[in-house]
């Protein structure tokens, strides 16, 4: 079996290292990084051009494709592939749009009664302007399209300017409007399950890190920690988000006749009135995937095919390692705005046994490479060229260190010290991931 993973993340790495360690597959990626082309060979094509990526698939016999991301998903891969007999984790265009577009999610949401903070889709620049004259602050404004992003504002005038610049760039877009919701109080939390539309099978909560610090005012900077915990409360909060969140918003979509198969994850804040979200997801979530994937030991090849075959109702609960992980995210000074580029990473080999180090934008020349098959013959393996250096950067977001261990506690401390083996210029990490499971 040939399966193709999509992506060049934190997540992409954790999903082949899953995929190459439980299975017998022959496992490629698309572009992958420096550490996931160690373990795949590394296939030229860019995951959102999905044309090119589904011929080529069908030419190379590819069984199996996993986006590591949702971009290849809402770009319309399934419906690219559908005649093509190659299965794909996650949904057709049409039911992407609980992602791709928040005023479809936070409408959707609404119908069907699942919580939300106090807000409103606002469809012209009158309305929005109107409705945030209504709010108290602080409130948070987030363009239609999520790769728009999203902007907490705590002074009027502000998010005046910021609702106006919001309108004039989505100008003679298809997608308009915004959502204006309050800032509710509390720990980012996410969570997902695998489902085939009727069976869920859920994962484990994820205490999320997506500031430079504590501070509640801090900037936004994504993927910095996550915390996936084992204490009673931890457990407590999966079953909840599962029976009251999970399962509902599956039925949800099922009677608004939107197919699902794949990852869904949902993004919650947990306020002292209980969980509220704050977004919905085709795919796990970078991080999420580093703190959950090393925990679980179900072979995920036979539950991505179930999912797709759709029967999950067949296949036992997941089995988890009884241990909280601790993943650290080591980035470049200045992410995620400015930072160097090129530098190379060193302290790699000194991480000790057990402790896993999944790579984001890295660089690897000596990684493996994927040479097509020719015309009646078989594709081959290719190792890189020896280099003149070893791995580098190339972006901000540079590597994760995972570790487990019997308590919160534990894991966060091996985190910590093997983050410190790990050098290259400017290298900074959240010192408290993991001080608190979600606090």
């Not at 992409?12 to 439980?22: P, Q, R, S």
């Not at 993943?327 to 790699?348: K, R, W």
């Amino acid at each position: 079996m040939k399966i193709l993973v999509l992506g060049a993340d934190g997540r992409t790495h954790a999903l082949v290292w899953k995929l190459f360690n439980h299975s017998t597959a022959e496992v490629l990626v698309a572009p992958g990084n420096g550490g996931a082309v160690q373990l795949a060979a590394q296939v030229d094509l860019d995951p959102t051009n999905v044309v090119e990526v589904a011929r080529w698939a069908f030419a190379e016999q590819v069984d199996l494709i996993v986006p590591a991301g949702s971009a290849p998903l809402r770009a319309g891969l399934v419906d690219e592939v559908v005649a093509m007999h190659i299965g794909v984790c996650g949904p057709a265009q049409r039911t992407t749009l609980i992602e791709g577009s928040r005023c479809f999610a936070r409408a959707f949401l609404e119908r069907h009664g699942l919580p939300l903070p106090r807000g409103r889709v606002c469809p012209d620049l009158a309305t929005a302007e109107k409705y945030l004259a209504s709010q108290p602050l602080p409130v948070v404004i987030k363009t239609d399209d999520p790769d728009g992003g999203a902007t907490i504002h705590t002074d009027r005038y502000a998010a005046l300017e910021a609702l106006r610049a919001a309108f004039a760039a989505m100008a003679g877009d298809e997608q308009s409007g915004v959502v204006i919701e309050e800032h509710p109080s509390g720990p980012l939390v996410g969570f997902s399950a695998l489902t085939d539309g009727t069976t869920a099978l859920p994962l484990l909560p994820v205490r999320l890190y997506e500031q430079p610090g504590p501070e509640p005012d801090s900037p936004a900077a994504p993927g910095l920690g996550a915390v996936a915990g084992n204490s009673v409360y931890a457990r407590k909060l999966g079953e909840y988000l599962h029976q009251r969140i999970m399962l509902p918003l599956i039925a949800a979509l099922r009677q608004e006749s939107l197919p699902y198969w794949g990852f869904l994850g949902i993004d919650c804040v947990i306020t002292n009135h209980g969980p509220l979200l704050v977004g919905l997801r085709c795919s796990l979530r970078d991080m999420e995937a580093q703190a959950v994937l090393p925990r679980l030991e179900s072979d995920l090849l036979p539950l991505i095919e179930a999912a797709i075959a759709h029967r999950l109702d067949r296949e036992p609960p997941l089995v988890w390692r009884d241990e909280a992980s601790v993943a650290l995210a080591l980035v470049s000074q200045g992410y995620p705005h400015h930072y160097p580029l090129g530098a190379e990473i060193n302290g790699l080999n000194e991480v000790e046994e057990g402790v896993l180090v999944f790579h984001g934008q890295t660089h690897n020349p000596a990684g493996l490479r994927y040479a097509p098959a020719s015309r009646g013959g078989l594709a081959s393996l290719l190792r890189g060229a020896a280099p003149a250096g070893g791995i580098t950067l190339t972006g901000g977001h540079v590597v994760t260190v995972v570790a487990l261990g019997a308590t919160l506690a534990g894991a966060r401390g091996r985190a910590l010290l093997n983050a410190e083996r790990i050098r290259f210029p400017g290298r900074t990490y959240r010192e408290d991931v993991g001080a608190r499971e979600f606090g």
